[in-house]
Nanobody, 125 residues
Framework: QVQLVESGGGLVQAGGSLRLSCTASGRTSGTYRMGWFRQAPGKEREFVAAISWSGRSTYYADSVKGRFAIGFAISKDNAKNTVYLQMNSLKPEDTAVYYC??????????????WGQGTQVTVSS
């Protein structure tokens, strides 16, 4: 089993920044990839970004790719088994519960084996 604990959510004004953290513990050896998803009120959960366990490969949903240049990025601290989602220039439509997830084997970007409890991000206009 792998345990995932997210933190870093909160209330921020439009244009502000947040950095979400997800720390993995337990049987993390063999983890293939970690990802971030979000679920806005009344909407389905959607993929946001993912990173290989080594940290060398990153993946972004089309909806956020264009925001990479302004500091919307996923990263990983291998020593801490922690994945980050840096979000700059936040918009009200980024409001959602953000979930961290991990894969224990190669799979599609949308398929994960373990999930965190989620952290709320609210962006006010």
């Amino acid at each position: 089993q792998v345990q995932l604990v997210e933190s870093g959510g909160g209330l921020v004004q439009a244009g502000g920044s947040l950095r979400l953290s997800c720390t993995a513990s337990g049987r993390t050896s063999g983890t293939y990839r970690m990802g971030w998803f979000r679920q806005a009120p009344g909407k389905e959960r959607e993929f946001v970004a993912a990173i290989s366990w080594s940290g060398r490969s990153t993946y972004y949903a089309d909806s956020v790719k264009g925001r990479f240049a302004i500091g919307f990025a996923i990263s990983k601290d291998n020593a801490k088994n922690t994945v980050y989602l840096q979000m700059n220039s936040l918009k009200p439509e980024d409001t959602a519960v953000y979930y961290c997830a991990s894969q224990k084997r190669p799979a599609a970007l949308s398929e994960y084996d373990y999930w965190g409890q989620g952290t709320q991000v609210t962006v006010s206009s």
